[in-house]
């Protein structure tokens, strides 16, 4: 009884310490998406503006229509370039996650969970 008390306070510990790792990796990782989505954020604005200010200064209708068109090209091509990144960004972070939930081994869970199951047959006999 005492070995399976000892066994699940190890594995218990084991989790906490794979959660405070997770935690840890998430909050670099949702770091880096905000600095990633900040800086995205930064550039489109001043494509954007430059695109604007381009648009303006247009004499001509199809010089007009030859600049939002060239903008929407850009901008189409960055924002699925920048989906791109962040959902790789998400992936790896989802890996990364993971691993310390990896470490705690199977033969860690069995140690714990053969006892309690062993004595819940011996229960369900009686």
């Known amino acids: 009884m ?3 008390v000892e066994s699940m306070q190890k594995f218990s510990l084991a989790q906490m310490e794979a959660v405070t790792i997770a935690s840890a990796v998430m909050t670099k990782g949702m770091q880096n998406i905000a600095e ?3 800086a995205f954020s930064k550039k489109y604005f001043e494509m954007s503006s430059s695109a604007l200010q381009e648009l303006l200064g247009a004499k001509a209708l199809d010089k007009a229509f030859e600049i939002q068109t060239t903008f929407a090209k850009q901008a189409h091509e960055s924002i699925i370039t920048q989906a791109t990144k962040v959902s790789e960004i998400y992936t790896s972070l989802a890996m990364e996650m993971k691993k310390p939930f990896h470490d705690t081994s199977v033969k860690d869970v069995v ?3 053969a006892p309690v199951a062993t004595k819940s ?3 369900a006999q009686l």
Request: charged share 35%; glycine share 0%.
């Open 111 to 113: 140690e714990v969970a």
């Open 36 to 38: 990633e989505t900040s």
């Open 2 to 4: 005492m070995k399976n």
């Open 121 to 123: 047959k011996a229960v």
